[in-house]
């Protein structure tokens, strides 16, 4: 891709201090079907150039769409301008060791390409599964949707870096609403685009969706029919779908290097996380063990390399329940003086890389499913998340959850219906009781997590094994 | 000082060569639409009252939107500023959508495109100099910590078809929006418009420091509890924007994803001092949607309490055999405006009296999206009031409440002065948008947490 451009690069990156492109070709083709039938067919072909231009220790970053020689060199011009004329403002001063320097191609394609799976093949599968969805007894609607992406880019560094990468994604969603008198509710197949993941057609198991269709429409019943969730402190089991976004919302974000460096104090919020808390502050209780694993088969965020071209590795965060590293890349190490991991990332060629989520993880205990519910006197089983609130600090939180089961005298119950808990983050991962073992470790992700002035979403993957949290305050709908 | 700038990306007669260069080639049986997104901009990001990023951008969106015979498939693609180039690009795009769309089924709820018109607005865009950003960051913001974004540039939304809908819409907004800090408390701020004038944004920021000000005193914890509240404009703004959310749209009630189900099915109603229109008066934003059809100026969705109109797309009209009122596919508002009250702002805190004066709300997400119940948090220059005086910043609070009750009973009055809120979204491409606000002050409002 766009190797035509690097004599020109050469050329460039004589007129300024320092300079970097970024090119980005990534196609997505989306497919969305509701109660059987065609809803829209979309596919999205992005091209452009980041540049990164440093003139006089200030970096700016100038992208454009126009991959012409004129569309580089113009682009090129402005960010060197800019540079020049916003240096007397800058908060940082560019330090080149912060980019890699590695020369590396890698690629992730998956076993069977995209291109093996057709328009006609995705969609008449999805319609069949719609019909199937339709004939629950008090369904009001149904959605499926695929999508199919494939990403590339390209990175060179005046130092001589050039990282070539490749990866291939699917990502599917599948839900029914029903209503029964005054009650309606959702089923999903774990959550909005819970089913993301790296790697090629292989990740579209077409059948599976079918089974999946059978134990929706069931669990969507049994919530027609159950009373709300009780009121009261309550043991709560959380499945993996849910582990997602309570990993996401109240680890994740909190230990971004760049919030807690205040980048963020506008928008997503700080942290009540501190730089002095690294080494220090017990995080949660000592079953929690937190990973940033870039290297997990099939997990959405998986890469070698990030935006500033350096390598990423597997990294405990939080080990024992102790927090010992932030989320923040090599921008924000030299920043804070903290360590961190390669998580300098940009939604696409047209923002600039910030710290993000990539893969983050907790790791598996060592109990299994049944245990947890057998040693649970009184308690509840949440699963798959429908509803998140977090306080700009993320400490007060609040989250839904679509299906869940009351759990007493060790024995999973009746099913309630508007499932809530709500919590304090410390407080909350240190009434951490159990954590399970390998059998109930699952792998989601999600397309959607936002951040970032300007704004960006990105990719990002939680795998997790179910958990057991003691005596959390839960409650049920309107 | 003001500079007028040039457009780096395509102008209309650029758009329309290239879409009648690209129509004749189509063949009797096929349609197509194409829509241009297209901005300049300057993205400057501040922490510490620095500048922390730097972004330029020319990005310039087509999308596509090819039927035939009752199918239909849309693909958006990036170009540059070469007419030539930009052609074949098309054109070559064209031909895979070709062979795609015969591989989809025919649309049940097929909406062919049509010549809904011609329209054209367009302002002169007006650069701030960076000289301004200068003297803002040394002189205005000396002693001060702001974090924000400052965003601006032009900004350009192009729609035709090959039927002969042709609309332009042009314009160069710029925003300013941030927070002063206290140590960990802040206040809101924000300057937006089509020209900065270097005394009113420093009114703006003298207006935020007497509310930083009242920020250093202790915080208060509040128990969680019911308690009279006065939600400023922005705080309200936060709430109703949870109503674009399937709030008013027809495809949503008819699915069981509507909030405001109970309102639209005659089951209840909400307070009859709460009046909500899609307004496109103030001209901020186009109004053709994503199909070209032109939404009328004003509708109203609420009027005193009563659910009187739902957002209804043409797609929804052919499903549900209904008639349309020129709503965006999505059935989201684009241009909403809550009416002012008669609560005159020297007595909000007369009667608010006892309780919470909250200047936003921050991260709302429906707990029970059919039951109508919203939760999220309080952020930024939030107070304990006693007496109609403020009394302490408090800690943060999470709510917990039916839209049914502080949209309904629960409301005790709005503001006769409203605010307008500019977009501020930038996922994917700049926005364009506005809302338009009064404070809320409402009864027995619920905290949680």
């Given at each position: 891709m766009s190797r035509q451009w690097i004599g020109l690069f050469q050329e460039l990156k004589k007129e300024c201090d320092w300079l970097s492109f970024r090119f980005l070709n990534e196609d997505s083709k989306a497919y969305s079907t509701r109660d059987g039938k065609v809803e829209e067919a979309r596919q999205?072909?992005?091209?452009?150039?980041?540049m990164e231009?440093?003139?006089?220790?200030?970096?700016v970053y100038a992208a454009t769409s126009d991959l012409s020689e004129a569309g580089l060199r113009a682009c090129f011009k402005r960010g060197a301008m800019r540079a020049k004329q916003l240096s007397p403002l800058k908060l940082t001063h560019f330090n080149p060791k912060s980019r890699g320097l590695y020369q590396a191609q890698k690629a992730n394609l998956g076993e069977k390409k995209l291109e093996q799976l057709t328009t006609s093949e995705i969609v008449q599968h999805q319609i069949k599964v719609g019909e199937l969805l339709k004939k629950g007894p008090h369904v009001l609607s149904s959605q499926l949707t695929t999508i199919l992406l494939s990403t590339e880019t390209l990175y060179l560094t005046s130092d001589g870096a050039e990282i070539h990468q490749e990866t291939a994604m699917t990502l599917q969603d599948m839900r029914v609403t029903g209503q029964k008198k005054a009650t309606i509710q959702t089923r999903s197949d774990h959550g909005y685009m819970a089913r993301s993941k790296?790697?090629?057609?292989?990740?579209?198991?077409?059948?599976?969706?079918?089974?999946?269709?059978?134990?929706?429409?069931?669990?969507?019943?049994?919530?027609?029919?159950?009373?709300?969730?009780?009121?009261?402190?309550?043991?709560?089991?959380?499945?993996?779908?849910?582990?997602?976004?309570?990993?996401?919302?109240?680890?994740?974000?909190p230990l971004e290097i760049d919030r807690i460096l205040g980048d963020e104090r506008n928008y997503a919020g700080w942290s009540f996380v501190k730089k002095e808390d690294f080494?220090?502050?017990?995080?949660?209780?000592?079953?929690?063990?937190?990973?940033?694993?870039?290297?997990?088969?099939?997990?959405?965020?998986?890469?070698?390399?990030d935006d500033s071209g350096t390598e990423a590795q597997k990294t405990y965060l939080i080990q024992e329940g102790k927090l010992l590293a932030g989320l923040g890349g090599s921008e924000s190490q030299e920043r804070s003086g903290l360590a961190g991991v390669s998580n300098f990332r940009a939604q696409s060629w047209n923002r600039a890389p910030i710290d993000r989520m990539a893969n983050l993880n907790l790791e598996p205990g060592s109990s299994s499913l049944d245990e947890m519910i057998a040693q649970t006197e009184r308690g509840i089983y949440m699963q798959t998340n429908r509803s998140w609130s977090i306080d700009d600090f993320r400490n007060k939180f609040q989250f839904g959850c679509e299906y869940a089961r009351l759990i007493e005298d060790g024995k999973l119950t009746s099913v309630v219906k508007n499932p809530n808990y709500r919590g304090t983050t410390v407080a909350y991962w240190n009434a951490l009781?159990?954590?399970?073992?390998?059998?109930?470790?699952?792998?989601?992700?999600?397309?959607h997590c936002g951040k970032g002035e300007p704004n960006q979403v990105i990719r990002v993957g939680h795998a997790s094994p179910a958990c057991l949290f003691s005596q959390i305050e839960v409650f049920g709908g309107a | 000082m003001k500079n007028q700038t040039r457009q780096k990306h395509l102008s209309h007669s650029d758009f329309q060569s290239l879409s009648q260069s690209i129509y004749s080639e189509l063949s009797g049986d096929e349609s197509l639409a194409l829509t241009l997104s297209a901005e300049d901009s300057k993205f400057y990001r501040f922490n510490e009252s620095r500048l922390r990023q730097a972004t330029e951008l020319t990005q310039i969106g087509l999308q596509l939107h090819l039927q035939k015979n009752r199918r239909q498939i849309?693909?958006?693609?990036?170009?540059?500023?070469?007419?030539?180039?930009?052609?074949?690009?098309?054109?070559k795009i064209l031909n895979q959508m070709r062979a795609d769309i015969n591989e989809l089924p025919e649309d049940p709820y097929f909406v062919a495109h049509q010549n809904y018109g011609v329209s054209s607005q367009i302002s002169e865009p007006i650069e701030t100099s960076i000289a301004t950003l200068e003297k803002i960051c040394t002189e205005q913001l000396k002693g001060l910590d702001l974090a924000g974004l400052y965003c601006e540039g032009p900004l350009t939304l192009g729609m035709s078809n090959s039927v002969g809908l042709d609309h332009w819409f042009e314009s160069a907004p710029f925003f300013f929006d941030y927070s002063l800090f206290h140590g960990f408390k802040a206040v809101k701020g924000g300057y937006a418009g089509a020209e900065f004038v270097d005394h009113k944004f420093s009114e703006k920021l003298a207006e935020n420091q007497i509310f930083l000000e009242r920020l250093k005193k202790p915080s208060m914890k509040i128990a969680p509890g019911k308690y009279r509240t006065y939600l400023a404009p922005a705080a309200a703004n936060e709430l109703i924007g949870m109503l674009a959310w399937g709030g008013f749209s027809y495809a949503a009630l008819q699915r069981g994803q509507s909030s405001l189900g109970k309102i639209f099915k005659n089951e209840a109603k909400l307070s009859p001092l709460l009046t909500i229109e899609e307004n496109f008066e103030n001209g901020l934003v186009p109004r053709f949607n994503d199909l070209g059809e032109l939404s009328p100026e004003k509708m109203v969705l609420i009027e005193k309490g009563v659910g009187v109109n739902l957002l209804t797309s043409s797609r929804s009209s052919v499903e549900y055999k209904v008639k349309s009122n020129g709503a965006s596919m999505s059935e989201s508002f684009r241009s909403p405006k809550v009416l002012a009250g008669t609560l005159e702002t020297k007595d909000i805190l007369k009667e608010l009296h006892t309780g919470l004066y909250l200047s936003n709300l921050h991260y709302l997400n429906y707990s029970d999206m059919p039951g109508g119940r919203v939760t999220?948090?309080?952020?930024?220059?939030?107070?304990?009031?006693?007496?109609?005086?403020?009394?302490?910043?408090?800690?943060?609070?999470?709510?917990d409440e039916s839209l049914y009750h502080c949209l309904g009973a629960g409301l005790i009055a709005l503001t006769k002065e409203t605010e307008h809120f500019p977009e501020t979204s930038t996922y994917f491409s700049r926005r364009v948008g506005t809302s338009e606000c009064p404070g809320f002050l409402i009864d027995q409002f619920t905290f949680t947490l």
């Open positions: 999205v072909f992005d091209r452009g150039v980041m231009v440093v003139v006089d220790g200030t970096l790296q790697g090629g057609a292989e990740g579209i198991n077409t059948d599976f969706l079918g089974m999946r269709a059978d134990t929706l429409i069931r669990e969507l019943n049994e919530m027609l029919d159950a009373p709300d969730c009780p009121t009261g402190k309550l043991d709560l089991l959380l499945s993996p779908d849910q582990m997602m976004l309570q990993i996401h919302e109240s680890i994740g974000h080494g220090k502050l017990q995080y949660g209780s000592p079953l929690m063990n937190v990973s940033f694993d870039p290297d997990l088969k099939g997990e959405i965020a998986s890469y070698a390399y009781k159990a954590v399970g073992d390998p059998s109930t470790f699952e792998v989601y992700g999600t397309p | 849309k693909v958006s693609i990036f170009l540059g500023v070469s007419s030539e180039e930009n052609k074949e690009h098309v054109l999220g948090m309080t952020r930024y220059a939030c107070f304990w009031v006693e007496n109609g005086e403020i009394i302490a910043p408090i800690e943060d609070l999470r709510f």
